[in-house]
């Protein structure tokens, strides 16, 4: 099992839940990744969100993902994208972006968010009582 099963099985899910801190009450909400790949997790948002405030106090998130019995989850930290080319792929590929007026990658509403180092696993139902032995992939 390594980072690569992972990011495959996120994209095939796509949607997750994200959590993030507000202080020190847990937020958790439903959100669509953009895409994993051998790097990590990429996200989008807009920088008005509560979310974004809570990422710039604490750049600590958890991801779960959840399909026909088989969760994965994903903890670790998060930044901030500022790079241009990446912002603009972003905004070609999600449309509802457009659809809410952000065109231009500079745009300062556009959050692009990247879960780049943590650790990742798998659980199923009959790993139930077996978590804390499962193992994990550090990326």
């Not at 020190?24 to 895409?35: C, F, K, T």
């Amino acid at each position: 099992m390594d980072l690569k099963e992972c990011a495959q099985f996120a994209n095939e899910v796509h949607d997750c839940y994200l959590a993030t801190l507000d202080g020190d009450q847990p937020r958790v909400r439903a959100m669509g990744m953009w895409y994993a790949d051998e790097t990590g997790f990429y996200f989008q948002s807009q920088t008005v969100k509560a979310l974004c405030k809570q990422i710039e106090k604490n750049s600590k998130v958890e991801a779960c993902f959840f399909a026909k019995g088989r969760m994965l989850r994903v903890s670790g930290k998060v930044k901030f994208i500022t790079d241009k080319a990446v912002r603009a792929r972003c905004i070609a590929e999600r449309k509802n972006l457009r659809d809410i007026g952000i065109t231009d990658p500079a745009d300062p509403l556009l959050a692009v968010f990247h879960l780049y180092t943590g650790e990742a696993f798998f659980w199923t139902f009959k790993d139930s009582m077996k978590e804390a032995s499962l193992p994990r992939i550090r990326f």
